[in-house]
């Protein structure tokens, strides 16, 4: 299991990377989701719990939020925090230290980076994230995950650096 756990951890932290470097919102989401996926798999096979909560309400919230810009459904306010609302209360169901809320309110800020229309700002938001799902990762024993955690904060700033020298060359 431990083995499975790394390879699926492996593959998301490669689907994250992708993330970092998108400049569109719809490619964004759909590198995510297929994080999620591989994270859900990932945390199932380490035991985690308060990890798979997270990332199995964000194979949905994506699956909405894709549709956003082309369905009216899809573009209500309603679906931001529905997902919030739905995260903490599974997380809560499930709550046993303090390490479990830590997933569940970096999923919040998620959700929110997700549904606004603003790449840069998504990114920023992010990095707060990382380091929720680092101490989580921390506290799982999620060696890939930590990795990645890093591997996602760097990315960012690789990008910010990027977008830096851009604007300073025109």
Known sequence: MEIAAQIFGLFAMLSLFIIYQQKSRKKIIIAKLSADICWVAHYLCLGGIAGIIPNMVGIFRELVFINRKDKAWANKLVWPVLFI??????????FHSFYNILPIAASAFVTVSLWIDNPRLTKIITIPVCIAFMIYDFYVKSYIGMI????SILSIIIFFIKEGKKTHEQ
């Open 148 to 151: 990645n955690e890093t591997i």
């Open 85 to 94: 609302a739905i995260n903490f209360g599974l997380g809560m169901t499930t």
